[in-house]
């Protein structure tokens, strides 16, 4: 009922930065929340960024405060993830994911992206 397509990801220096776009196809009026998750090699799938469609409310995991930052468009059919700053452990698959309830896990969200990569290095 839900797609969602990841884009933006490639290979950057530390200290650049890097947009991250998630766009929403299918029955997604009552999607109520929207986040990115990340996994890189050998670690578990951890939160990143999550927000409340048609809120302020966010939420940050405290290894990326204020280095990133969520956002959607004013049809909220699209989630942005705007990345600054960047340090090497940001090296990850990087995943959009969206659901019907509030949540920041994994199994909170019902809908996955098939992930773009994301790579800092020198």
């Known amino acids: 009922q839900v797609q969602l397509v990841e884009s933006g990801g490639g290979s950057v220096q530390p200290g650049g930065s890097l947009n991250l776009s998630c766009a929403a196809f299918?029955?997604?009026?009552?999607?109520?929340?929207m986040g990115w998750f990340r996994q890189g090699p050998g670690k578990e799938r951890e939160g990143v960024a999550t927000l409340h469609t048609g809120s302020a409310w966010t939420y940050y995991a405290d290894s990326v405060k204020g280095r990133f930052a969520i956002s959607q468009d004013n049809a909220k059919s699209t989630v942005y993830l705007h990345m600054n700053s960047l340090k090497q452990k940001d090296t990850a698959m990087y995943y959009c994911a969206a659901g019907y309830s509030a949540g920041i896990r994994p199994n909170d969200f019902r809908f996955w992206g098939r992930g773009t990569q994301v790579t800092v290095s020198s």
């Open positions: 299918g029955y997604t009026t009552n999607l109520y929340s």
